[in-house]
């Protein structure tokens, strides 16, 4: 089993940066796809970011692209995603999760549906 929390949430103005940090203990992630996602206030969680195990292929959200940097340090069994630029609109709660199905494949899933393991959150709050 694999638990993953999250942490680096939090408050920041308009174009200013966060970085989460997404950290497993249970086994280790190292040979999993993972993925950022997010639910905003009121609406249905969303695709953000993933990476491959190796670290190869990334994908990204069109919200994202170029604002949005999804890395891992499997050393650390440590998944992160730095947000750079942030809007008002990227106001969520955002999670990460581990695709185990995606072993040691340089592929990733871009569906909640497809992981197996969540966190339980951190909050995002960008104040215009």
């Known amino acids: 089993q694999v638990q993953l929390v999250e942490s680096g949430g939090g408050l920041v103005q308009a174009g200013g940066s966060l970085r989460l940090s997404c950290t497993a203990s249970?086994?280790?992630?190292?040979?999993?796809?993972m993925g950022w996602f997010r639910q905003p206030p009121g609406k249905e969680r969303e695709f953000v970011a993933a990476?491959?195990?190796?670290?190869?292929?990334?994908q990204y959200a069109d919200s994202g692209k170029g604002r949005f940097t999804i890395f891992r340090d499997n050393a650390k069994n440590t998944v992160y995603l730095q947000m750079n630029s942030l809007k008002p609109e990227d106001t969520a709660v955002y999670y990460c999760?581990?695709?185990?199905?995606?072993?040691?494949?340089?592929?990733?899933?871009?569906?909640?549906?497809?992981?197996?393991?969540w966190g339980q959150g951190t909050q995002v709050t960008v104040s215009s």
């Open positions: 999760a581990a695709d185990a199905r995606t072993l040691y494949s340089d592929y990733v899933e871009i569906v909640p549906d497809e992981y197996d393991y």
């Open positions: 249970g086994r280790t992630i190292s040979s999993y796809g």
């Open positions: 990476i491959s195990w190796s670290g190869r292929y990334l």
